[in-house]
């Protein structure tokens, strides 16, 4: 058996400001470090030891990880960076009130844009580009993406960079973002299209599952 954990990072000021995030750099508000570091601390409580941390390139998921490494007295790990783990993309959705667009667009539309698998929020003109993506091909870049879009970036990182350390019996630790998390849990628990809709992830609250050798879910448990 193995332990993976998946944790969604701490409040970010996106978050308190309720705007759409995604790729946006926002960091965290102090309650979100607060956040962190409980999460930390129940990761010690419960003895939850890791060989390695994976997080996006976004500075609200790496503070949370390291403030979590440093509760949970494991700061000395490797942590493996990669864009594969950032938020889903909300293209146009970016920095734009969450009230506000259900206003300009219909609760119904926005909760199609939220919580659906497919639905793509509206698109960029082009993507934003940065030195931390600048390694990443200009036409995989992405302008906005549904669920489905970021499931398929984040795969490939799981099949090649995580999944194989687990079937060596190698704990894991995975944080990330709300939506990226519900993918992976979609993955991983094998819920249906229509069925992840229903699916939230909670801010710095870890998801700790036990596996075994063909990564199927033994048990499932929040801290």
């Known amino acids: 058996m193995v332990k993976l954990v998946l944790l969604r990072h701490g ?21 979100g470090c607060q956040q962190a570091r409980e ?9 939850l030891q890791f060989t390695q941390v994976h997080t996006s390139v976004l500075v609200r998921a790496i503070k949370t990880a390291n403030l979590v490494m440093q509760e949970s007295k ?70 906005g993406e549904s669920l489905r879009d970021a499931s398929e970036r984040i795969l490939p990182y799981w099949v090649e ?8 019996g190698n704990n894991q630790l995975i944080v990330a973002h709300g939506s990226t998390l519900r993918a992976l849990i979609k993955y991983i628990e094998k819920i249906s299209d229509e069925n992840i809709d229903g699916v939230e ?7 700790v599952y036990t596996l075994n050798k063909k990564l199927e879910v033994i048990d499932k448990k929040v801290l």
């Open 161 to 168: 960079k995580i999944a194989p350390q687990l079937i060596a």
């Open 201 to 207: 992830v909670a801010n710095a609250q870890p998801i």
């Open 39 to 47: 999460a930390g601390r129940k990761i010690l409580q419960n003895n």
């Open 11 to 31: 409040q970010s000021t996106a978050n308190e400001a309720n705007i759409y995030t995604g790729w946006s750099d926002m960091p965290l508000t102090q309650y």
């Open 74 to 143: 494991q700061l000395y790990l490797p942590i493996s960076k990669t864009w594969r783990l950032n938020e889903r993309h909300y293209g146009a959705l970016r920095g734009l009130n969450k009230d506000f667009t259900k206003k300009k667009y219909g609760e119904k539309q926005v909760a199609l844009w939220r919580r659906s698998f497919d639905a793509k929020p509206p698109l960029l003109d082009h993507p934003i580009m940065q030195r931390r993506y600048e390694k990443i091909p200009y036409d995989v870049l992405p302008v």
